[in-house]
């Protein structure tokens, strides 16, 4: 009896094969996403990167074809960046789904925590962090919180006019921040209360009392009693906050695919670190640059 012949349509790519196998490690994620997409009934985009205003159009280009009437699932890793991008992306996001959910593998410090707190709901696993709603601007190509930029540059200045002759030991300190610089800290820290209202508002679907029930509870512990932007916070904190946090189970098989999928990111090594926007169809990765 003759043997069955493969399928080819199915089982052969349609890329050449050197071009298929230069890049597996992406077609091996955007199967993984097309999986969670078929499990779930959603639309599924990933965010790795800093939130500044380059990754916006990148962020369109994950969702100008989104169909409003479908779920929309982001995976997001993030250290922060700026308040005010990070509301225009979740508006962007809200206004192409049904309902946004945020997928916190890691961690969505800062910006990032704002733009979660635009979402229907709040996906966090045992270790998945949220932060301080603390504004952050890039200094020798690193993010620094504005709360750093100032108390330093307040320290500094004090040192230096009880004794002068430190000047020397400061100098790189302040050269480094100017006052324009300064004066955006500033700012930026004075609008973090905004900003926080503006993303909770962001969810259509939330009334404005619980807009500002919310508000009063994130203002104590994302603003006021935090000290450093590396400050935890955790799923159990952001459900007793009043978040609609969905608290995952590890060996759901929902988390289980979220976890491979994020483990092939953390698995590019230095790559991470250079913007990262896919979906089933489009990835960039640094070509912004």
């Excluded at 012949?5 to 091996?28: E, F």
């Excluded at 540059?153 to 050269?175: G, Q």
């Excluded at 800290?185 to 508002?201: C, F, G, Y």
């Excluded at 926007?277 to 489009?282: I, K, L, Q, T």
Aim: proline share 7%; with cysteine; charged share 25%.
């Amino acid at each position: 009896m003759p043997s069955e012949q493969p399928n080819s349509s199915q089982d052969i790519p349609p890329q050449s094969p050197i071009y298929h196998a230069q890049r597996g490690d992406l077609y091996a994620r955007q199967e993984l996403i097309r999986q969670y997409e078929e499990e779930f009934t959603c639309r599924m985009i990933v965010m790795i990167d800093p939130i500044i205003d380059r990754g916006v159009t990148m962020f369109e280009e994950l969702i100008y074809d989104a169909d409003p009437l479908e779920d929309l699932h982001l995976l997001l890793h993030s250290p922060g960046g700026d308040g005010e991008i990070a509301i225009r992306l979740v508006r962007a996001a809200q206004s192409r789904c049904k309902e946004l959910t945020v997928i916190i593998p890691d961690m969505a410090k800062s910006a990032a925590t704002l733009l979660s707190l635009g979402a229907h709901h709040i996906m966090m696993g045992p270790a998945s962090d949220l932060g301080p709603i603390d504004p952050q601007f890039f200094i020798n190509n690193e993010l620094v919180a504005a709360k750093d930029i100032i108390a330093a540059v307040d320290d500094a200045a004090t040192k230096v006019m009880s004794s002068p002759e430190t000047y020397p030991v400061y100098a790189p300190l302040l050269s480094d921040i100017t006052a324009i610089m300064l004066q955006q800290a500033r700012s930026a820290l004075e609008r973090t209360s905004d900003q926080l209202e503006e993303a909770l508002k962001s969810n259509p679907d939330r009334k404005p009392n619980d807009v500002t029930k919310l508000k009063e509870k994130l203002e104590e512990s994302m603003i006021e009693r935090t000290a450093t932007h590396s400050a935890l916070f955790s799923a159990d904190d952001a459900t007793e906050a009043g978040l609609p946090v969905i608290k995952a189970d590890p060996v759901e098989r929902q988390w289980q695919l979220i976890w491979r999928l994020w483990a092939k990111y953390f698995a590019l090594g230095p790559r991470l670190y250079e913007g990262i926007y896919e979906n089933a169809r489009v990835s960039q990765i640094g070509t912004y640059q």
